[in-house]
């Protein structure tokens, strides 16, 4: 056979050519900045976007942006690996968590976090349902990210870069770190890219946070005849310090409309927070949990017969207003019941100082709606930044940090605004909810609390901890918060009667007499509340009667305990004195 011309090897070779595209081999520096590229690119999408699921969660914070590069990188090392046994794995894990994102996002308008995870988890029964209502706002999106996902991989794979088998090992140490800041953050692990950030919130409560659902009420219902109060009302406040309102001795008005109207409540005085962090106090109240079953080992909280599941059982409609996003609270019931017995409504308005204002409406409509009634309100309060929760025309306390809201150690400033806040959220706040109450016609209880009080930036033991709750190393004026009660009706000013006639409760509480308290209010038998739960308001309390709070995140097997001081009830006149210089003599 002849041999081959060399100009017939060199159409083979162009032809070739032409039928396979020439893939130059990318090492080194080189793809790595072209994938720097890549992230810079879905930087600017989430721009553009904010709800891209692959980017979720980036933002300029150097040690964020680090994290979700490393995280980013990896899954890029994946998706774009020449062997198809990694690739094709890795694509259908990315595409169910992503469609995990995409689909919450879609169908509640937030993306997918610690809330969504424990309510994943608690209504896996209610999965196809969800489907049916959902599927066509999902959809779209859903079929979006599979075609450009696709179209993405296959341009960077052809035109830009492959990445070697061994790359994709670096996926292992990316989800190792989302599931050690899942761990350590107790379920915050945004720096991270959505998939690895869906894995590890699914591990983290399916391991720690998912009891299984709720226990049945262990007490049978109440006759319908007993004496109850048919409207109640649980309000719990955010970061609002019981000696810090002038109705508790605290030098300035921070509670004017208080003040003017004491026959239409009973104030507590100080009480003590069972923990000083929004999640395990509002956990510990909407369970019941006593104090004497912390350290919570077996997740009681998560486990135990819940104040709305005892409503329900008692033949209230129940109703869930939460001005900051807290729906773990309440995942592990929200599927047990219809939405005309327990109905969740948020509000997160932009505006933070609004959004508890703009739910007292839907809370009159709902008292309108229905012969009894269970309200569970968690507020927007007092969080730091202070100035961010009082309006400019409302604020009549000095000058405060300014309109930047960063973090100062200037006492005086952060007093100021703390005080303008208090007298807008707390004492406005129920002055409006009052009137509201009064004209609804009504009989109704309401209880108010806080979940945990305050240590303002400047105060003594801030200098090292930039935190103003949450850390045990604080001093006990975190657990400092107020509880008080208000009655409209016969039935609802009959029951704040009887507190006022129990000389053992000013300034000996706690937030464990409010569990069994509301159940008294449902019309459960005194005997029977007394023997699975802690005393309530209306039982006399010894005197004085021992109070500890969990001082750090959490009231599981580790968790600290911290001492409330009988001095916490008496520091209202002094607080801050050496900034303030008070008139007011000293306290007793």
Not at 330 to 353: G, I, M, R, S, W
Not at 548 to 557: E, F, I, N, S
């Amino acid at each position: 056979m002849a041999p081959e011309s060399s100009r017939d090897k060199t159409e083979t070779s162009t032809v070739q050519t032409r039928s396979t595209p020439d893939r130059k081999k990318v090492s080194g520096w080189s793809w790595l900045i072209r994938i720097i590229a890549v992230c810079v690119l879905f930087r600017w999408l989430n721009n553009r976007f904010d709800y891209m699921p692959m980017v979720y969660g980036l933002n300029y914070l150097l040690p964020k942006a680090c994290v979700y590069l490393i995280a980013l990188f990896s899954l890029v090392a994946l998706l774009l690996s020449r062997s198809a046994w990694i690739r094709w794995p890795a694509l259908v894990w990315v595409l169910l968590t992503c469609g995990v994102q995409i689909g919450f996002y879609r169908s509640t308008g937030r993306g997918f976090s610690l809330e969504e995870a424990i309510g994943f988890l608690g209504a896996t029964d209610a999965i196809g349902d969800c489907l049916r209502l959902y599927w066509k706002l999902a959809l779209p999106a859903l079929v979006a990210l599979i075609v450009i996902g696709a179209g993405v991989i296959w341009a960077l794979r052809r035109y830009l870069v492959e990445v070697g088998p061994w790359w994709s090992l670096t996926s292992l140490p990316a989800l190792a770190g989302a599931l050690a800041l899942a761990w350590q953050t107790q379920g915050f692990a945004s720096p991270f890219t959505t998939p690895y950030r869906v894995t590890a919130l699914l591990s983290y409560v399916m391991a720690t946070r998912y009891a299984g659902p709720r226990e049945q009420p262990l007490l049978p219902a109440p006759p319908l005849e007993s004496e109850r109060v048919p409207h109640l009302i649980l309000i719990i406040d955010e970061s609002v310090l019981g000696c810090e309102l002038s109705i508790n001795g605290y030098p300035r008005p921070t509670t004017p409309f208080l003040e003017k109207h004491p026959g239409a409540f009973w104030n507590g005085g100080i009480a003590s927070s069972g923990a000083i962090k929004t999640e395990p106090s509002n956990r510990m109240i909407y369970s019941g949990l006593r104090f004497d079953q912390l350290p919570d080992a077996a997740d009681r909280m998560g486990k135990n017969p819940s104040l709305c599941s005892y409503a329900i059982q008692a033949g209230y409609a129940c109703e869930c207003l939460f001005a900051q996003s807290f729906r773990s609270l309440v995942a592990q019931d929200l599927h047990a019941f219809p939405p005309a017995k327990l109905a969740y409504t948020e509000n997160l308005n932009p505006v933070e100082y609004q959004r508890e204002f703009e739910l007292i409406s839907p809370l009159q409509a709902f008292l309108q709606a229905h012969e009894t009634s269970f309200t569970y309100i968690n507020k927007r309060g007092a969080h730091f930044p202070y100035a961010m929760h009082c309006p400019e025309d409302r604020r009549v306390f000095g000058k405060g940090t300014g309109a930047d809201c960063s973090w100062s150690f200037d006492l005086l400033a952060n007093v100021n605004d703390y005080d303008n806040c208090l007298r807008y959220v707390v004492d406005e706040y129920l002055s409006r909810l009052s009137v509201a109450l009064e004209a609804s016609g009504k009989d109704v209880l309401v209880l108010y609390t806080s979940d945990h009080g305050q240590t303002l930036p400047g105060s003594l033991g801030t200098n090292a901890i930039r935190a103003t709750h949450g850390y045990a190393t604080l001093p006990p004026i975190t657990a400092n918060v107020p509880l008080m009660a208000f009655g409209f009706g016969p039935k609802g000013r009959a029951f704040i009667g009887k507190l006022a006639q129990n000389d053992t409760l000013f300034n000996n509480c706690t937030h464990f007499q409010i569990f069994p308290t509301l159940l008294r209010a449902m019309g459960y038998p005194p005997e029977q509340v007394q023997k699975l739960y802690s005393p309530s308001l209306l039982d006399r309390l010894p005197r004085p009667q021992p109070r500890t709070y969990v001082g750090d995140l959490g009231g599981g097997k580790h968790c600290k305990f911290r001492e409330f001081p009988p001095e916490q009830n008496g520091i209202a006149t002094n607080l801050y004195d050496e900034v303030m210089h008070w008139k007011a003599p000293p306290a007793h």
